[in-house]
Each structure stands twice: as C-alpha cells, then as structure tokens.
C-alpha cells in the first residue's frame, strides 16, 4: 500500500488504510522549523503535537481522508507577541478542512453549479461536501480583477420581469464580463464610471437612463446606440402607426362577395373567445376612462400593470381595437394536403376514412385536424355553388398591425407571393408609401453603414406628417452623435446579448435563491 501515487509537500506517509470507500492516509510533518507569522522568526523549538484530519482529492475512486500529525512551535523571539504558534503548511491552509487542491477543484465546482447541484456532483466525484459549504466557497472567493475596458458595452437583466433589473458591463474587445450592477438606474452607473476612468467608447440601447448615467459619469467617452434596438424602435413607430390606421385599411380590404372561409370552433373554444374579449373590451374602457382623467402613459400602464404599447394602442384608436385574425402558421397537415385533396376530389368525403389512410403514410397528427379539413371543404363547396357569376377581385386577408410592420422593414426579395401581394395592396394609402420609402431608406442606410444621408432623412422624416415617424426622428436627433458612432464604427450591444442569455441560464440554476453577490460572482468568474 506504501507504493500508493501520493504525494504531499513536507510529509512522510506513515501508513495507509483503506475500507470500501475511504482512504485512510496517515503522515506526519517533516521540516525541521517552521517560521512565525508574526516576527517572521525562524523557531527549532517544538511546543506540542497535535492531528488534523482534512480530506484531500479522491484516489480511484475512494475518499482520501488525511490524518496528519503537525506541530505547535515557540517563538524564540521574546518581544513577540505569540508564545507559540502552529507551523503553517503550504498544501492545507490554516483551518481549513481541505486541502488547498481540494479547494481550487471545489472553488471551480461552487462558481460553476452552486448549492445542490454541486453538491450531488462532489458525492459523485469522492469529493463529499454540503450544499451550505459551496455557497459560502463561491460567495467568499476573491472576484477576478479585470482592467478598465477601453469599449464598454452597457445592457440590462430582469431579476424580476418588469419589476426589478440589474445592469451588465461587458469589455467590447476581450468579451468579458467587467461588472455586474444592482440597478439601472443613471446615478449608479456615472458612479461606476467616475470611479473607473479611461472609458472611451460606451455602446448601450436607447434607455434615457443609461443616456444620462454615461453622459454624467464619462463625458468624454463616444457613446454608441445599439443599431438593433433603433431599428426595434422603428418598427415599434411603424406599428403604432398601422395600428392608428388600421381600420381604415381593414374597410379598404373588406370584400363581401368574397366569403371568408375560417375553421369552426368548438363551443368551449367560442366561449373562452368571448370571455376574452369581454375582459379586454373592459379593460380598454378602464385604461381610456383614466387616461381622459388626466393619466400618463406611463402611469396608466403602471396602475393597470400592462404595457406601455398596449396604453398608448387603447388610448390612440378611435373606437374598440378588435383583434385581428391570426396569420396562418405552418401545420402537420401541410406534407399531406395534396393528397388528401386528391382522395376529396376522387369522392371520398369521410373523416375517418381520410384519416386512416393519413396515418398509414406516417400522419402524426390528430382526427379532429382532418375533421375540421373537411369542413373548410365543404363550406368551400358551399360557398362556391351560391357565389354569384360576377366576382369581385380578391383582396387580401389583412393581418393585424404588427404582422404589417414586418412587411415594411423587411426586404422584397424575402417575402413571399401572399406577403407581397399584401404589401402591393396596404401601399394605395399614400401614407403607407410614404412610411414604407422612409422605412426602407434608414434599413438600408443600417445595413451599409453609411450615414452620409443621415441628416436629410431626418429632416424628411420630420415634415413626413406621419406623426409616430416625426416622434421617432425627434428622439434620434437628440442623439445624432451616437447614431452617427453607430453607423460608422463597428460596436454594438450583440456581445452584451449574448452575456445576458448566459446570466440568464445561471440565474435560473439557482432557483431564485441566490442574492445579487453571489449572483454577482458566478457571472464574473464564468468564462
């Protein structure tokens, strides 16, 4: 057993035991001194004798549980403080149950996994150790230092969504993580800043706080906006915009020679629409009612806990904003559409038998999926026999506000015939053109980091008379040398993003039982 692989600076191995699962490692001190910690004097004189038992890192398999036989010295110098003190080692630290490479393994293991998990992954290992004693590891550990990133990135996190937020500081060049803040508000980060100067560019959204945090606390410091949130604000200005208009393009492409053929619902189905609607038709009520009495945005949405868009979407539209009909989305019946119009055509109108035979070509879906494709048929073929000789042309189906968003910011070749078709038809509003031009302008200006034409489209945009796009070119000429930064130098926030869904996964590993330091920690050791 003594021709054991072990090995411990400044002790012999005496003798080695073993049972099914611990190693029982028995070794005492060999250097002949030992130095004070406090006069740094060298002492020969041996005061008394006395066993730690520290576990060590596992050995195929098995516990290493160390007995070792260390000593007390007397300090030799008579004006020193201590009379005697116990030889410091440099493999187990003072107090300490385990060795100093069991602490950095279990160091890692703390950052990494905290609490249980990390627990139940040390008993796996032969490296037994409590869920309690990994906190306090990963809460104690010294924070990395890292330097003062000449790039800052600048984003936030929600602790509690829509409640409370956190705000990450991340090195644009390196990708790593600088420093977690407890808020987001402005006072906090010009504090972080003041107190590490030599910042020269900060890339954050568009958040008037992180506005005013970075102007305060780094005023010579370029600032970057996020090129993808100002195009996110764009498209939120745009919808707003469609939704204003919203019903009068619904009027426009109403036909009512051309009967709309839509799935029937069930009678459960049915009732929850109508419970839905009732609740939302009342609560629109509620928010325009206290708008009218003097409410802001912000604060009608606090009161009634929605969102802002939502507020300003009531207390804009003339009259009760129904929900528009939901776009239609891919389904498990698509790959067996051709065939089961084939088997309709051919005379075979019965839902089981349609659906059998589905199955035998690997239909996974359910019976009632070729139930309701069958009633789409029949009241097609209804509808086909009463519809009168002269027809109208087809318009159509018009989707709600922020499907049509989509079809202005996005570029003609990516949409496909329906979606085209649909734009071609919401563009006869002349202000709809107008919109789609200016829109497609600032994307391309984006896209090729020009900003060259940056000035003449605000100043278009602003005599536009569109008034959510007049809104938007108002708040961007506020911060004309960010947009400009953004367009001309290769920053942005994407880096930031991506910390965050990390943040994100570690904040949920801890079950919302960790607090901010220790949150803290783990997101700054992570790599």
């Keep these: 057993m003594h021709t054991l692989p072990f090995l411990l600076s400044g002790f012999e191995i005496q003798q080695i035991s073993s049972d099914e699962t611990i190693l029982k490692i028995t070794a005492f001190a060999t250097s002949p001194t030992a130095v004070c910690p406090?006069?740094?004097?060298?002492?020969?004189?041996?005061?008394?004798?006395?066993?730690?038992?520290?576990?060590?890192?596992?050995?195929?398999?098995?516990?290493a549980q160390l007995a070792l036989q260390v000593r007390r010295f007397r300090c030799q110098n008579q004006q020193c403080q201590r009379q005697t003190f116990a030889e410091r080692l440099s493999a187990l630290p003072v107090s300490a149950r385990q060795t100093a490479r069991l602490g950095t393994i279990l160091d890692a293991i703390a950052v990494v996994l905290s609490g249980q998990a990390g627990s139940r992954l040390t008993d796996q290992l032969a490296m037994p150790v409590s869920a309690d004693t990994l906190l306090r590891r990963a809460k104690k550990a010294a924070t990395p230092s890292r330097p003062t990133p000449r790039v800052l990135g600048v984003d936030d996190f929600a602790f509690r969504r829509g409640r409370t937020y956190g705000t990450l500081l991340l090195d644009l060049e390196s990708h790593q993580p600088v420093d977690l803040l407890e808020d987001r508000r402005a006072e906090t980060l010009a504090e972080w800043l003041r107190h590490h100067p030599g910042v020269e560019i900060i890339s954050r959204d568009r958040s008037t706080e992180y506005l005013r945090g970075a102007t305060e606390g780094a005023p010579q410091a370029q600032q970057i906006i996020d090129r993808w949130h100002v195009l996110k604000n764009l498209r939120e200005a745009v919808e707003r915009f469609l939704n204003r208009i919203h019903s009068q393009l619904k009027a426009l492409a109403d036909n009512p020679e051309k009967p709309v053929l839509r799935q029937k619902r069930t009678s459960t189905e049915k009732m929850l629409a109508d419970g839905s609607r009732l609740r939302r038709h009342a609560l629109y009520e509620q928010v325009v009612e206290h708008y009218k009495q003097g409410g802001s945005i912000l604060g009608t949405a606090k009161?009634?806990?929605?969102?802002?868009?939502?507020?300003r979407k009531f207390v804009q539209a003339p009259t009760f904003p129904e929900r528009a009909r939901a776009t239609r989305t891919t389904s498990a019946l698509d790959p067996y559409r051709t065939y089961l119009q084939q088997r309709w055509q051919q005379g075979?109108?019965?839902?089981?038998?349609?659906?059998?035979?589905?199955?035998?070509?690997?239909?996974?879906?359910?019976?009632?999926?070729?139930?309701?494709?069958?009633?789409?048929?029949?009241?097609?073929?209804?509808?086909?026999?009463?519809?009168?000789?002269?027809?109208?042309?087809?318009?159509?189906?018009?989707?709600?506000?922020?499907?049509?968003?989509?079809?202005?910011?996005?570029?003609?070749?990516?949409?496909?015939?329906?979606?085209?078709?649909?734009?071609?038809f919401i563009r006869h509003d002349p202000s709809i053109t107008l919109a789609y031009?200016?829109?497609?302008?600032?994307?391309?200006?984006?896209?090729?980091?020009?900003?060259?034409?940056?000035?003449?489209?605000?100043?278009?945009?602003?005599?536009?008379?569109?008034?959510?796009?007049?809104?938007?070119?108002?708040?961007?000429?506020?911060?004309?040398?960010?947009?400009?930064?953004?367009?001309?130098?290769?920053?942005?926030n994407g880096p930031v993003e991506g910390k965050i869904n990390k943040l994100k996964y570690i904040k949920r590993s801890m079950y919302g039982r960790g607090g901010f330091s220790l949150l803290r920690q783990r997101v700054l050791k992570a790599t």
């Design 437 to 492: 031009e200016l829109v497609q302008q600032f994307v391309t200006m984006m896209k090729e980091r020009s900003a060259q034409q940056l000035d003449t489209w605000l100043l278009t945009c602003l005599t536009s008379g569109i008034s959510e796009l007049e809104n938007f070119a108002q708040g961007l000429q506020k911060e004309t040398s960010a947009l400009q930064a953004a367009l001309t130098l290769p920053y942005s």
């Design 303 to 311: 009161q009634f806990k929605i969102s802002r868009q939502t507020v």
């Design 348 to 424: 075979c109108h019965t839902v089981s038998q349609l659906w059998q035979e589905a199955q035998t070509r690997e239909f996974s879906g359910s019976r009632m999926m070729i139930y309701r494709w069958v009633q789409l048929q029949e009241e097609a073929a209804s509808a086909a026999t009463s519809q009168s000789s002269t027809q109208a042309k087809p318009s159509p189906n018009l989707p709600a506000p922020r499907h049509l968003a989509w079809l202005l910011i996005r570029d003609l070749e990516r949409l496909d015939e329906e979606e085209r078709q649909t734009l071609t």
């Design 38 to 63: 406090s006069c740094q004097q060298i002492s020969y004189r041996v005061h008394s004798y006395y066993t730690r038992s520290p576990q060590d890192l596992p050995i195929s398999g098995c516990i």
